[in-house]
């Protein structure tokens, strides 16, 4: 799926940007990592990478809120930000 596709099937929309929703989406990052941290020290390997993927997924949509644009997929997200902002291969 592309971002166009992610658009039309209403899984990513445009909004106004919001900088409150961006702020809170990376103060829940930050603590997600310090969790996963927390959590790799004691060995919860599992529980480890749930952390981290939750604090880089809140860190994405916190660009999005910024961009005015809300979610509703986890792929879309990243189609998103590949698209707007990641050059492949150049």
């Given at each position: 799926?592309?971002?166009?596709?992610?658009?039309?099937k209403r899984?990513?929309?445009?909004?106004?940007?919001?900088?409150?929703?961006?702020?809170?989406?990376?103060?829940?990052?930050?603590?997600?990592?310090?969790?996963?941290?927390?959590?790799?020290?004691?060995?919860?390997?599992?529980?480890?990478?749930?952390?981290?993927?939750?604090?880089?997924?809140?860190a994405?949509?916190?660009?999005?809120?910024?961009?005015?644009?809300?979610?509703?997929?986890?792929?879309?997200?990243?189609?998103?930000?590949?698209?707007?902002?990641?050059?492949?291969?150049?």
């Open positions: 799926m592309n971002v166009r596709e992610c658009f039309e899984l990513l929309w445009e909004d106004r940007p919001d900088l409150r929703r961006s702020d809170r989406s990376m103060e829940v990052a930050e603590a997600k990592l310090e969790e996963a941290e927390k959590a790799l020290v004691y060995g919860l390997l599992d529980a480890t990478v749930i952390l981290a993927y939750t604090a880089m997924f809140h994405a949509r916190a660009v999005l809120f910024r961009d005015g644009v809300i979610e509703r997929s986890h792929i879309c997200l990243i189609e998103y930000l590949k698209e707007r902002y990641v050059r492949l291969g150049g």
